[in-house]
């Protein structure tokens, strides 16, 4: 069964950072791109950031373009999303999300479980 | 506003037929295919339809896709109360180079 356990959320000021990890099980890690989706409370589904299997690619949304970096530890099984210069629009649930192919698409086929970002002072 | 347009809401009673329609441009919809996702409420989106109109497996029949020219359509026949939740369409980008998704319709059985 494929398991992602999003952790690393929380609270944090205008203008400060947080990073954000994915634990990944149940299907092999290094074969799949993998997604971060956004989803501000009561509102609908943002696409974030993609990697690719092997870390060659790299995509983002404009809104986040410059401020976030996305990354994977094969060995770990393991997604990050590091988030610097955070503004109050940044305040969302965040889910990670499986693809089904090695370079990024959009065929999010396993959705963890959400992990809330509140930015605020 | 969302790149792809959907209706906010949608309603129909047990047993119908509703549609879901989402608009987008020829640098989404019209050269690529479209995805549809389902989230019920407090949960995780679910991977609906891919490719148009493929779905994954565990997925009933009852939910079909098309798309034509730049809109895409999701229709749910025989629908039942646990279809209540929002769909969302998604596509590929080529001039953003990323992931759209359509504003989100909620669906309500009535």
């Known amino acids: 069964e494929v398991q992602l356990v999003a952790s690393g959320g929380g609270l944090v000021q205008p203008g400060r950072s947080l990073r954000l990890s994915c634990a990944a099980s149940?299907?092999?890690?290094?074969?799949?791109?993998m997604h971060w989706v956004r989803q501000a409370p009561g509102k609908g589904l943002e696409w974030v950031s993609g990697?690719?299997?092997?870390?060659?690619?790299?995509g983002y949304a404009d809104s986040v373009k410059g401020r976030f970096t996305i990354s994977r530890d094969n060995a770990k099984n393991s997604l990050y999303l590091q988030m610097n210069s955070l503004k109050a629009d940044d305040t969302a649930f965040y889910y990670c999300?499986?693809?089904?192919?090695?370079?990024?698409?959009?065929?999010?086929?396993?959705w963890g479980q959400g992990i809330l970002v509140t930015v605020s002072s | 506003q969302s790149v792809l347009t959907q209706p906010p809401s949608a309603s129909g009673t047990p047993g119908q037929r509703v549609t879901i329609s989402c608009s987008g441009s020829s640098s989404n919809i019209g050269s690529n295919t479209v995805n549809w996702y389902q989230q019920l409420p407090g949960t995780a989106p679910k991977f609906l339809i891919y490719?148009?109109?493929q779905r994954p497996s565990g997925v009933p029949d009852r939910f079909s896709g098309s798309k034509s020219g730049t809109s895409a359509s999701l229709a749910i026949s025989g629908l039942q109360s646990e279809d209540e939740a929002h769909y969302y369409c998604?596509?590929?980008?080529?001039?953003?180079?990323?992931?759209?998704f359509g504003g989100g319709t909620k669906l309500t059985v009535l």
């Open positions: 990697i690719s299997w092997n870390s060659v690619n790299r």
């Open positions: 998604a596509a590929w980008d080529d001039s953003l180079n990323g992931v759209v």
């Open positions: 999300a499986k693809d089904v192919m090695r370079d990024i698409n959009f065929y999010f086929d396993n």
């Open positions: 149940g299907f092999s890690f290094d074969d799949y791109a």
């Open positions: 490719s148009n109109n």
